[in-house]
Structures are given as C-alpha cells and as structure tokens.
C-alpha cells in the first residue's frame, strides 16, 4: 500500500541551528512528493515540491529538500531555524502531479528554543 | 488570486442536525479535494473531484458523509446525520491541470472547524 511516514512526532531545535525533519515513502513508483507547513489555525502552505530533475529542491521560507530514491526518502532541511519556523510539517505524496490522491505522512510539529 | 475559499470557519452543531460545508477552489483548477484532520488519524483524503466529476470517494467515511459539485467553481461537503465523532477541522484544496510533467501542487483553504455537541 502507498504511504507516507516521518519517524519523528515532535522535535525541538534552538533557534539559529540547523534542522532536518525526515520522510519515507512506499509507491512502486517515484511518486510527487510535496512538504506543507500548518501554523496553528491555519490551512496547509506548499514549502516545495519533487516531481523530477535535480535531487535537491529549494522551496520559500529558506528550506530545502532532498530527494533520495535508494532510501525512498525526501528530507526536508533548513540551515537556520527561526522562531517563526515552529509549526506542523507535512510531508506527502501523490501517483500524479495534480490529479491524484495526495497522502499525507502524520506531521511533525517543531518547537523553537529561544 | 484569493485563495481556496472555505465557509463557515466554525461550525457548532448539535448530534442529529445537517452539516453542509462549503468550498470556492481558485479559478482555473480543475482538481478538488476534501480532507478531514483528526489528531488521531491525521489528514484523510474523503472524496476528490476532475472536472466537476467525483473520481475516487473511497474515504468518505459512511453514508452520512455526501459531497457534490454542481460547477467548476463551488463544491459542498454535507454529513447527515452529523455524531460527535465527525467533530474535525476540514479542509478544502484545489489544483490545477499539470503542464507536461511540471505539477504545481496542491492549494489548501483555511479549513472548516466543525464541532458537533
């Protein structure tokens, strides 16, 4: 069955550090795969997007994500972490750029220490 | 451009009482979608529309759960007989025809936060 899983639940960086929130897909095929940002209260922000092409895509806000077929993984970095940052991240999946089913992973939520 | 429009942001019902929810997707998208987000089952995909048509409604919960779209640029969402378990935030998104194999994602609207008591 198609999914999509980010290990970590929560995780907390001190502000100005490095981040790295992971994601692990199952398609039998290189699916799209998307990262989304959900500030409380708040609908879902596209941050960036794979689809083909260059491994490493730059998306707003400063982040960045790798896509890795041999680990079936597309991480989701940023250099700097600002206390803006703290929100749920979603990564997610779809067969087709705009017309299947996108499935989401669980989230992440990020806290930022002062 | 105004984004995916949603309404109500809130929906206080009572059980028994007819919920129906709303979506503007943006013009030109020719995609719709709806989810429902739980804390614990996350985002779930419940129905998504191609061109006015319903292509896949395999996680509308049960029988009570019915969306429609009458015209490219307005769908509902109702649940009949609404129950306490339905209370979630529901989101809306919309997208649009891909250009060869550049997709441009999916937007999302604010969400309908529905409780029912």
């Known amino acids: 069955a198609q999914s999509v899983t980010q290990p970590d639940i929560h995780i907390t960086v001190s502000e100005g550090a490095s981040l790295e929130l992971r994601c692990n897909y199952s398609?039998?095929?290189?699916?799209?795969l998307f990262w989304y940002v959900q500030s409380p209260g708040q609908g879902l922000q596209l941050l960036l997007k794979?689809?083909?092409?260059?491994?490493l895509v730059q998306g707003i806000k400063g982040f960045e994500a790798e896509f890795k077929r041999s680990q079936s993984s597309f991480n989701l970095r940023k250099p700097s972490v600002h206390w803006s940052d703290a929100a749920e991240y979603f990564c997610a999946a779809a067969r087709s750029g705009n017309t299947g089913k996108l499935i989401f992973g669980q989230g992440t939520t990020l806290q930022v220490k002062p | 451009d105004a984004g995916v429009i949603q309404s109500p942001r809130h929906e206080v019902t009572e059980m028994g009482q007819e919920v129906t929810l709303r979506c503007k997707p943006i013009s030109g998208h020719n995609s719709l979608f709806w989810y429902r987000q739980t804390m614990m089952r996350g985002l779930e995909l419940l129905i998504y529309f191609n061109n006015n048509v319903p292509i896949d409604d395999s996680g509308m919960p049960e029988d009570r759960f019915s969306a429609k779209m009458p015209n490219a640029s307005f769908s509902t969402l109702k649940i009949q007989p609404s129950e306490p378990r339905d209370s979630a935030v529901y989101f809306c998104?919309?997208?649009?025809?891909?250009?060869?194999?550049?997709?441009?994602?999916?937007?999302f609207g604010s969400g309908t936060r529905l409780t029912v008591v």
């Open positions: 998104a919309s997208s649009r025809p891909a250009e060869g194999y550049h997709s441009y994602g999916y937007t």
């Open positions: 398609y039998g095929a290189t699916p799209y």
């Open positions: 794979y689809f083909s092409g260059d491994t």
